[in-house]
């Protein structure tokens, strides 16, 4: 059963240019340094207008709960989490099954791929 991680980021003060390009850089280098995720996205709001301060957001999927243990204890994911308590990040995670109960609608893949071309 696939596992849904999810991450906002809070930080007091805005992120420079540089932060923000070393964060990311970071969080992309994750699937051949940590493995183990399906998916991964990583993104910025696009207004900030609703967000309660949040900016960034981070989605996951694992294959299950033993996946998100090793990224989580992974020494790359604890630098990274050294990295936002340096920069006074509050996270706020959430962490659920994608199973019958929580996915109301399927993805339509080859759509997506259409759209791209």
């Given at each position: 059963m696939a596992l849904?991680?999810?991450?906002?980021?809070?930080?007091p003060e805005e992120l420079s240019d540089e932060d923000y390009a070393d964060m990311r850089?970071?969080?992309?280098?994750?699937?051949?340094?940590?493995?183990g995720m399906t998916r991964l996205r990583f993104g910025s709001d696009l207004t900030g207008a609703r967000t309660r301060g949040?900016?960034?957001?981070?989605?996951m999927e694992f294959a299950g709960t033993e996946d998100l243990k090793q990224y989580q204890q992974h020494p790359v994911h604890?630098?990274?989490h050294r990295w936002l308590v340096e920069r006074r990040?509050?996270?706020?995670?959430?962490?659920?099954?994608?199973?019958?109960?929580?996915?109301?609608?399927?993805?339509?893949t080859d759509r997506r791929v259409e759209e791209r071309q």
């Open positions: 849904q991680h999810v991450v906002l980021f809070f930080f850089l970071q969080v992309a280098s994750w699937p051949e340094k940590i493995g949040y900016s960034r957001l981070l989605h604890q630098a990274f990040c509050t996270p706020l995670a959430f962490d659920y099954f994608i199973d019958d109960d929580t996915d109301l609608m399927a993805e339509d």
